[in-house]
Structure formats: C-alpha cells, structure tokens
C-alpha cells in the first residue's frame, strides 16, 4: 500500500510540474502572438503610405529555450524613407 501511495504522491508531483511547464509554454506563445501582431500592425500602417519608400531588413526574434525546436524566426522590420 505504502509503495502505491508514493508512486501516486511522485506522479503528483510529475504532473505539477507538467502543468507549471505548460502553462509558461501557453505565457511564451502568446507573448510571441502579441509581437507578431505588432509588427503586422506596423507593416500595414507603412504599406498604406502611397509617397513612400519601404526598406526592410530581415532580423533575427530571440527564441525562447522553451522552443528549442525552432532555432531562429526571420522577421523583417520595416523602415519608411520620405521622398
């Protein structure tokens, strides 16, 4: 009994930090969401300037160790030159 009790109290534990993990995984997603929609703000604003000349440079997102899977997103960053 007293076996089943600790792999039960173990797979608590487990789970709890499963869960902890997980939730940072949810916290780094939609931070990375709210960026992306920024930049696709930014990028709009600019694309809808008629008298302008849009540069842009392609630059490297930090990635969170929690997606290690991905190494690099590229990203271009958008910059308005008047005539």
């Known amino acids: 009994m007293q076996a089943i009790e600790g792999e039960l109290k173990s ?3 487990q789970f709890q930090g ?7 995984y949810q916290e780094d997603v939609k931070h990375l969401k ?3 929609k920024k930049l696709e703000e930014k990028i709009a604003k600019v694309i809808t300037l008629p008298t302008s000349t849009l540069v ?6 930090a990635i969170p160790d929690s997606f ?7 990203v271009s960053t958008c910059v308005v ?3």
């Open 18 to 24: 499963y869960e902890r993990q997980d939730l940072k």
């Open 11 to 13: 797979s608590l534990d």
């Open 68 to 74: 290690s899977y991905l190494t690099s997103i590229s």
């Open 56 to 61: 842009c440079v392609v630059k490297n997102l």
């Open 81 to 83: 030159l008047s005539h």
């Open 34 to 36: 709210q960026k992306l």
